[in-house]
């Protein structure tokens, strides 16, 4: 079969650089699990470096083309191939309980999707990593205080310690896209779980983002807060101004004034 040819509607763009291809490969530490699951594969650039490590390799690929590429071109790949929405597939069919990590060269138009679903799976996901946008992967390792500094960032790093790991510049795909990307790598911590009401403190952050200009004061008023807590000064602060553990924080004070998650 001949190259398979890119779908602007699946937002592929296909790396052609090998030595970008193996980095984002061995961003993998391959400890503490025993299988990867790479997504949108496309024609096995990053794929064939992943065959040649002592680990277990799934894809998942939602464009045919490419799967019938893949089953043709990497037989090792025989039974391993899954065609499937990564977004709406039930990953457990797979690895049931096991633990895995999820590597690949994402396609742009849904990468935070990709990230808020592995956030779903975090007891399964201790390593992911991959290329993005440049600016969504920015925006997943940024710290409080910046204007990237947001839900994407605050969820995933309660979770994962996150490091930006190198910039790729547009002329190495095909078709280039417009922007340039960036290879980043979450990393669960070793404790987890959070000290609040998780369904809470999703609420909260989302919550508060939703008006980032305005003070937690105002942005909150949904949740109706009681007078008295309203007047902690941490009140006095925007969402962009609050680390990760203050929203922690934030969320356990919210929780003793009585709101449910």
Do not use: W
């Not at 065609?83 to 994402?106: C, M, R, T, W």
């Not at 710290?143 to 605050?154: D, N, P, Q, T």
């Not at 340039?180 to 009401?197: A, F, H, I, N, W």
């Not at 929203?247 to 356990?252: A, D, G, R, S, V």
């Amino acid at each position: 079969m001949e190259k398979v040819k890119a779908k602007k509607h699946l937002g592929q763009h296909f790396l052609k650089d090998e030595s970008i291809a193996k980095a984002i490969a061995d961003t993998l530490s391959l400890e503490g699990y025993n299988e990867v699951l790479e997504i949108g594969p496309g024609m096995g650039v990053l794929t064939k470096y992943l065959l040649d490590k002592p680990i277990n390799t799934h894809v998942i690929e939602i464009d045919t083309e490419s799967v019938t590429y893949l089953g043709e071109n990497y037989p090792k790949l025989k039974d391993q191939i899954i065609s499937q929405d990564f977004l709406k597939y039930n990953i457990n069919e797979v690895y049931k309980d096991k633990q895995f990590a999820i590597i690949g060269n994402f396609p742009y138009n849904i990468s935070t999707q990709i990230v808020f679903r592995t956030l779903e799976f975090r007891d399964q996901i201790p390593e992911f990593s991959g290329m993005f946008q440049k600016e969504v992967a920015e925006r997943i390792c940024e710290k409080k205080g910046s204007k990237a500094y947001g839900i994407l960032s605050v969820l995933a790093q309660a979770f994962y310690i996150t490091e930006y790991l190198f910039t790729v510049d547009e002329n190495v795909f095909i078709p280039p896209p417009k922007v340039k990307s960036g290879v980043m790598k979450m990393t669960r911590k070793e404790d987890y779980s959070l000290p609040c009401g998780e369904k809470l403190f999703f609420t909260v952050v989302k919550t508060a983002f939703q008006q980032r200009r305005k003070t937690l004061r105002n942005s909150l008023k949904t949740l109706n807060l009681t007078d008295d807590l309203r007047l902690d000064t941490i009140f006095d602060k925007r969402p962009e101004q609050l680390s990760v553990e203050e929203f922690i924080e934030l969320t356990q004070k919210i929780e003793a004034d009585g709101v449910q998650s």
